[in-house]
């Protein structure tokens, strides 16, 4: 089975085997592939309501490289799902045929509550029995944040998405490099009003433990621990306190892009973002009162796959 996840600031690939039904609700994937590209589909979106034509084509371009490896590994199903960017864009069908012509499928642009969903069932399957439920769990994206809160066994009980992420709080705040103190402090009242929201709505002060995903989180994570090389099997499930998730925050905030470059994990193509995305997480935490949170390198890519698995008779 193929899964993609197109998001506002990356597009990325999931190839994998699914197992047997009879194997039992906590048997793995079998991943056979895992692509993740910057394309930055949103960008612009939040100011002009539209999709850039140069992020439509960057987009293109590494659909067509992920279409050529799923022919390559023999995939049975495909499905993407289009999230931020594409539900906020005016020109959403242009964006749409071009997903047709390069793929084959057509993309399906999902609800917030259901890109939160997927979110959750992804982060939680494997997650290790120290984590103490419910989960809070939380995806952090370029145009925004899904909040799920909800146990293993009982599945999700709240969900909703609100409009923060790396790239929608950079380009609606952050013009700095580094961003001024006033346009730090604009960005957080901003976050802080729509984390209480989504908090409110969940409800995730009730929950045990804070799952955090996506990008902003692993590479927040892998700054935490010093690591020199991006490592997901090191990151996937590490702990990291909510004051070395605050030091991290202020050392990003602090540094200009080219700065950012220098840290031996960061991805070229979110140097310009992190900051924004560090201090989402930093502010949830703060707003629920979490004193630490559990990175995932299994989120909404791995919920979209298992959506393909055939029904158990």
Not at 155 to 181: K, Q, Y
Not at 283 to 297: L, Q
Request: charge should be negative; glycine fraction near 10%.
């Amino acid at each position: 089975m193929a899964a993609i996840d197109c998001g506002t600031n990356s597009i990325r690939l999931l190839v994998a085997d699914l197992p047997d039904p009879a194997a039992g609700p906590e048997a793995p994937l079998v991943d056979l592939a895992r692509r993740m590209e910057i394309v930055r589909l949103g960008q612009g979106v939040d100011r002009t309501g539209r999709l850039a034509p140069e992020a439509i084509e960057r987009t293109r371009v590494a659909l067509a490289g992920y279409a050529a490896e799923i022919e390559k590994l023999g995939a049975e199903r495909v499905r993407m799902c289009a999230t931020s960017a594409s539900r906020d864009a005016s020109n959403a069908g242009d964006f749409r045929a071009m997903v047709e012509q390069t793929l084959g499928v057509a993309p399906e642009v999902v609800t917030g509550d259901e890109e939160a969903r997927l979110s959750f069932t992804g982060a939680v399957r494997g997650l290790s029995t120290d984590a103490e439920p419910p989960y809070l769990v939380v995806d952090i994206g370029g145009g925004s944040t899904e909040f799920v809160v909800g146990t293993r066994e009982g599945g999700v009980r709240a969900a909703i998405s609100v409009d923060i992420g790396c790239v929608r709080m950079t380009e609606r705040h952050l013009h700095g490099d580094p961003p001024t103190p006033a346009e730090v402090a604009a960005a957080q009242a901003d976050i802080a009003a729509a984390v209480d929201r989504a908090l409110a709505a969940v409800p995730g002060r009730e929950a045990a433990t804070l799952i955090g995903l996506a990008g902003s989180v692993t590479t927040v994570v892998a700054i935490a621990q010093g690591l020199q090389a991006y490592d997901p099997e090191r990151i996937h499930h590490a702990r990291v306190p909510y004051d070395r998730v605050a030091e991290v925050t202020a050392d990003l905030l602090a540094r200009t892009s080219a700065q950012r470059l220098e840290i031996p994990v960061m991805h070229p193509g979110r140097a310009d973002v992190i900051g924004a995305g560090a201090l989402v997480l930093r502010v949830i935490m703060e707003r629920a009162g979490m004193p630490s949170v559990i990175a995932s390198e299994h989120d909404i890519l791995d919920g979209i796959a298992w959506t393909l698995q055939p029904p158990s008779n």
